[in-house]
């Protein structure tokens, strides 16, 4: 994360850049701020970020995280459990302001919100794919998106609950009905896959992984992660033995981490760090920040599929750019073939879960 330059400058530099809508006299009146049992005060200048799931195992390290960016003035912590607690816990932490809502104040909880992120849902068991968790977590995502439509249409989204390839299509039909749907600020959160792949890249040629940059593109379950070895920064040329066991343990580095944890969970920890690093990325995009580019996926005319995960340039309005996959070998080639023919699948069971 990028948190350069001391406070007063910091905030000069936020000042300069909000949308006037942001400090309209109306926005103030109606501004949770006011509100009496508001955990602090967290200035005017900042955005206002909602955590949907903050009480479960990423939300809880996603709310520490998010509560220590300078670029929050306002952090809203919802969760259908547990919330005043998380609440509690973090607003002794001195810094911006926090707010606790339950299961009933979904709409307090995001009115006003500039970003809205969502790691609401169950997580996965062994033995389960993501796609497993489809069930359960669909519902939950179309609600919560109703609630953002309804209350902060003009919010970004960074959605996190998986499965990601069809919990995207979801949003993006409840907003489509709605009539509040704007692509540039649907996001699914792939981070942690870049994550992942510079960790296991840098192991492997022996370098930092902060050094590293990986595109990851496709999507995220299984095969639809395709990371781009041919495009890896530093430039660097691997075996195809190098090749296939990277390939392998990045689109299976989730279940790495649900097998080690045996029955408690999925990744919350790195996700949590990858999540908090992909908002500070969407935060600096709506502050105004030059180059603030991260892979995300998002509506997409890169492929013929209508969503895809590439790298994409955040500014003030959300995913302005979204890039193209740039050259692949044959390896990639036939791994993208794959992603499609998987994806095209997962999308579209979003799309049919809103219609029935
Ligand atoms: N996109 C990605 O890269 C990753 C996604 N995930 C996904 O994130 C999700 C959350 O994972 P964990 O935090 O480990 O699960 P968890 O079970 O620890 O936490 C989930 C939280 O969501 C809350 N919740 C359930 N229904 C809700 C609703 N209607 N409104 C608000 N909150 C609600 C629960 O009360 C719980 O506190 C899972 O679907 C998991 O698969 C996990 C890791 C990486
Ligand atoms: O594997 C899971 O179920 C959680 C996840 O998405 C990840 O860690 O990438």
Redesign the pocket.
């Known amino acids: 994360m990028e948190f350069r330059g001391d406070a007063s400058q910091r905030i000069a530099m936020i000042s300069a850049h909000l949308q006037p809508s942001f400090t309209s006299q109306m926005e103030e009146k109606n501004s949770v701020m006011g509100r009496e049992n508001c955990r602090g005060k967290g200035g005017k200048a900042g955005f206002k970020v909602a955590i949907?799931?903050a009480?479960?195992?990423?939300?809880q390290s996603l709310s520490l995280l998010m509560k220590m960016n300078p670029l929050v003035s306002l952090l809203h912590l919802?969760?259908?459990?547990?919330a005043p607690g998380v609440t509690a816990d973090v607003s002794h932490m001195d810094t911006g302001a926090v707010d606790s809502w339950d299961a009933k104040q979904l709409e307090d909880a995001l009115t006003g919100m500039d970003l809205v992120i969502i790691?609401?849902?169950?997580?996965?068991k062994p033995g389960m794919t993501?796609d497993d968790?489809f069930k359960i977590?669909a519902g939950?995502v179309k609600?919560?998106c109703e609630g953002v439509a309804k209350c902060c249409p003009n919010a970004i989204v960074n959605l996190?609950?998986?499965p990601?390839n069809s919990t995207v299509t979801i949003a993006a039909e409840v907003f489509k009905k709605a009539g509040t749907y704007d692509p540039k600020k649907l996001l699914g959160?792939?981070t942690?896959d870049v994550a992942r792949a510079n960790t296991f890249v840098a192991e492997v040629l022996g370098l930092d992984p902060r050094e590293v940059d990986v595109p990851v593109v496709g999507g995220?379950a299984g095969v639809t992660i395709l990371p781009l070895l041919s495009q890896v920064k530093p430039p660097s040329s691997f075996t195809l033995s190098e090749t296939e066991y990277l390939t392998n343990r990045i689109q299976n580095g989730?279940t790495e981490v649900v097998e080690a944890k045996a029955g408690a969970?999925?990744?919350?920890l790195s996700?949590a760090y990858?999540a908090a690093k992909f908002a500070d990325a969407c935060l600096r995009g709506l502050r105004g920040d030059a180059n603030v580019v991260e892979c995300s996926f998002v509506a997409s005319q890169v492929t013929e599929l209508p969503f895809f995960a590439t790298k994409v340039h955040l500014g003030r309005t959300g995913a302005e750019e979204v890039y193209h996959l740039g050259p692949l070998n044959e390896y990639e080639s036939v791994g993208l073939e794959k992603a499609k023919e998987e994806l095209a699948g997962s999308i579209q069971k979003g799309v049919d879960f809103n219609r029935k």
Do not use: E, K, Q
Request: aromatic fraction near 2%; charged fraction near 10%.
């Open positions: 949907l799931g009480a479960g195992g990423i939300g919802y969760d259908v459990v547990n790691p609401a849902g169950v997580p996965r993501r968790l977590n939950i609600a919560l996190i609950s998986n990601v959160v792939t942690l995220h989730g969970g999925s990744a919350t996700m990858a």
